[in-house]
């Protein structure tokens, strides 16, 4: 079950026809009542590790549960879809808690008087802005185990790569630098359970800080693309992988011999349909395509620009993203031969990438306007090179005709034929034209679009292409 197939067996409107004020007050109703139960967990814990206070509870597994068997919220849906038990209910609350009731876990401030020290016991962290407590895993052994190290052995367990925190991306565990402890990790609720669990929604991530890459869609349809034959023969070969990769790589077992994932190269000319090409794949394999921006992944600080991707990779592999590297040339290009700091780390960075690329069980789609710019050592693990070339002229009139819809007002003076014969523009850049004479329709007062605003756009391109008049 990968997480879009978790998502969808959670039903986003339980109460059929339901405002979302509806859906909001279900999920609040069962937070509240799981926030009650990890606040008495909580107070059981202290008393029981501190020996104060008078605690009816032995130990923390005598509190009563909320009963979720019949809860219609979102949060309630996926405890019973992966079957959690109360270790795993109190760290996904905990988890929540800095996002909806910080204060609740004001507690861990206390200090250790002895050594003027908040306790190493309790773990955590606070972060520049948020006032709050930030909860590590060492936060969530607390107070599941307090001091039993057998149980801090088990807890381990719920934060292995299998287990539906991480396989589904519902908790992000921050692992902050190398050599520290692994119950420092940084525990965290991602973005969009954090949005199941509060308003209902769920929302596809985006290009952010913290996650440098741009989701690609497309109202457009393979009918609009105009590619040629062997183009088109190159890209079904790449959908057919897609559909039949399992029964290729499991069910045939060439797992042994062959790589896992697709990777290829997508180069020509701007504006010749690389974008939208990576576009309708996706829409054909029901995959969601992410343009990775290079400039934001790319960083001065030693290490972080692995870092930066290793968190993208993490993210695709386990949603089976399509990742499509735009003018892959401004990171994948000839590594340099120089020996400064700076170019070795340079060539470190670049073979990062190229180790994460070759094990992206994924689509691995990379683009650039010149096949010569990339590096020899990624071109030797490609699986496909596609040549998108500029368009022939018949190929230009399709694109004329494909790209000015029945009801757009075309002047009888138009003449698509002549454009296409007489000016080698790639389809983008014919696109730009219409965009031109339409703005100029509406500019002008005029009713239609006429061969005259045409002709003006085309000269706009040319000239923004620096081609001779």
Known sequence: MNQASALNLIEPDPLGGAEASDIQRLNADALSAEIDWFNRVLTCRFNLYFEQGENPFSDINEIPVPDLSTDKSMYAQTIRLFGFDERERLILILALLPNIMPQALDTFFIRNKLFDKPYSEFGGWQSGQHRGFMPTIETAAFLIAGGDIEKRFVLTELFEPDHPFTAHNILMLDY???????????????????????????????????????RLTTAACWDDLVLAHHVKDEVRHLISWAHGARTIMQDWGLAK????GYRVLFYGPPGTGKTMTASLIGEEIQSDVYRVDLSAVVSKYIGETEKNLASLFDQAEKKKWILFFDEADALF??????????????????????????D???????????????????SRRFQSMIHFAMPDAQQRYRIWKNSIPAQCP???????????DNHELAGGAIINVIRYAAIQVVQTGSDHITQEFLDQGVVKEQRKEGKSL
């Open 410 to 420: 075309l002047a009888d003076d138009v003449d698509l034929h002549a454009l296409a």
């Open 257 to 260: 011999v062959l790589k896992p």
């Open 176 to 214: 902050k630098q190398f050599g520290e402890p692994f119950f420092c990790t940084t525990l965290g609720m991602s973005t969009e359970y954090l949005n199941l669990f509060t308003t209902g929604e769920v929302h596809k991530p985006d290009f952010s800080m913290t996650f440098p890459a741009k």
């Open 360 to 378: 992206y069980p994924g689509i691995v789609i990379l683009a650039t306007n010149l096949q010569g710019n990339i590096d020899d050592a990624f």
């Open 333 to 358: 290009g000839k590594r340099t031969q120089g020996s400064t700091a700076n170019d070795r780390h340079s060539n470190q960075e670049i073979s990062y990438l190229l180790q994460r690329i070759e």
